[in-house]
């Protein structure tokens, strides 16, 4: 007999945006991606990505860019990589991570903190993505310094 649970959660459309999903190894991703390995018309990509959304296997981060969390990683989904998520919201490089964040990446401290501070020049913000807190915080250009590429 087979196991047919997967086929009545999910449609055949999004089984086959989960496989190519798990397949690029792709975390996060943008529509323009989406388009470019699946080739749906707007309708139809608006539609996949609003299901997949309410059943918790995207999440998204701002407009037009997802986080995927694979099937694998049960119904609590994965955890994203708190460090790439600046990227999506500064793609010039005009940030840096700051505060109690770096206290614990560089072994200030032991203490885990729940919020990542974000020090940028063009965005104040509070957001919550996948459990994990993100403020930015606007600074004035002449505080970014100190910093090399």
Do not use: C, H
Not at 51 to 59: F, Q, S, V, Y
Not at 63 to 75: K, Q
Not at 94 to 113: L, V
Request: a positive charge; glycine letters at 8%.
């Amino acid at each position: 007999m087979k196991n047919n649970t997967i086929n009545k959660y999910l449609g055949p459309k999004e089984i086959e945006v989960i496989a190519r999903l798990s397949y690029e190894k792709a975390s996060l991703f943008t529509k323009e991606q989406f388009d470019k390995w699946f080739g749906f018309n707007e309708a139809l990509r608006k539609q996949i990505i609003f299901r997949l959304k309410r059943k918790g296997i995207l999440t998204a981060i701002k407009r037009g860019v997802y986080f995927y969390s694979p099937l694998e990683s049960g119904p609590a989904g994965s955890n994203i990589n708190e460090f790439l998520i600046p990227l999506v919201f500064f793609p010039k490089g005009n940030y840096y991570i700051g505060y109690s964040t770096m206290y614990n990446y560089y072994g200030f401290t032991d203490q885990i903190f729940q919020t990542m501070y974000v020090l940028n020049t063009s965005l104040q913000l509070e957001k919550t993505i996948s459990g994990m807190r993100f403020w930015m915080v606007r600074i004035a250009q002449k505080r970014m310094y100190g910093l090399e590429k």
